[in-house]
């Protein structure tokens, strides 16, 4: 069952890959709107279940549930296009597309969805100026310093506002300064988005601009409360 107002919930999710138990018994759930950092040592299982809660990766057992429909339910198309339509993504390396410009890349989603240019690189500028990075348009992804770039792919993951937006690791690559200007952005768009940020992170001070923090330790979660 998915508790009241839950937007993605998952119970019990266990993932081997041979002998390894990637996940064993992971909980998780998140709301509309909730910035949840999943913490823990390299090797616990946070991109394994960040992966699962996607739809990326089918777990071995256990059930995922997203806006009250079971993932595991869904065939291959409709898990894809939960993903293309409800689902944004931020990595450690920004993985922008190199030939495109950076508004070419923030409005890829929307012309792969079949918005016309004009309006797509529109409402890209728009994401843009959220994430502050507007004057960067014409830029290719190289001409771009790494903090900039992964504004770039904040916004590119804004884009088609999502409901959940899965950032892996979104500030690994940068110094303390550009990390904390990529979360600070980050969550204030997501937060008037209403979109829900799950957030993996090795950083206490990354997790701090969560509203609740989850460890993963072999494979296992559990709740951890604020320490303030
Ligand atoms: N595709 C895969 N094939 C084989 N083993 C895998 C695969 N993906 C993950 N694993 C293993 O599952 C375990 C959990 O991996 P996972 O990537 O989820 O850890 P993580 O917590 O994200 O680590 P890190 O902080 O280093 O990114 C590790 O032991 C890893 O080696
Ligand atoms: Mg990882």
Redesign the pocket.
């Known amino acids: 069952m998915t508790p009241a107002g839950t937007l993605l919930c998952a119970t019990d999710l266990r993932k081997a890959?041979?002998p390894?138990k990637?996940l064993d018994g992971a909980e998780f759930s998140i709301h509309p709107g909730e910035v949840v950092a999943v913490m823990?040592?390299?090797?616990?299982?946070?991109?394994?279940?960040l992966h699962c809660l996607a739809g990326i990766v089918t777990p071995d057992s256990g059930t995922i549930t997203y806006a009250g429909r079971e993932l595991s339910a869904m065939n291959d198309s409709e898990r894809s296009a939960l993903r293309r339509g409800e689902f944004g993504f931020v990595f450690q390396f920004g993985q922008l597309v190199p030939e495109l410009t950076c508004v070419e890349n923030v409005a890829l989603p929307l012309r792969l969805a079949g918005v016309r240019r004009k309006e797509a690189e529109r409402t890209a500028l728009h994401w843009m100026s959220e994430l502050e990075v507007a004057d960067l348009g014409s830029k290719r992804p190289g001409e771009v310093s790494g903090g900039q770039g992964q504004r770039v792919a904040v916004a590119r993951a804004l884009v088609t506002q999502p409901r959940v937006i899965f950032a892996d690791?979104p500030t690994g690559a940068l110094d303390s300064l550009n990390g904390e200007l990529v979360m600070q952005l980050l969550t204030e768009a997501a937060r008037s988005a209403n979109a829900a940020v799950v957030l993996?992170t090795?950083e206490t001070r990354v997790a701090a601009y969560s509203d609740r923090e989850i460890v993963?330790r072999d494979?296992k979660s559990r709740d951890m409360e604020r320490i303030v």
């Open positions: 890959y041979g390894t990637a823990g040592p390299s090797g616990s299982g946070k991109s394994t279940l690791e993996v090795h993963v494979g």
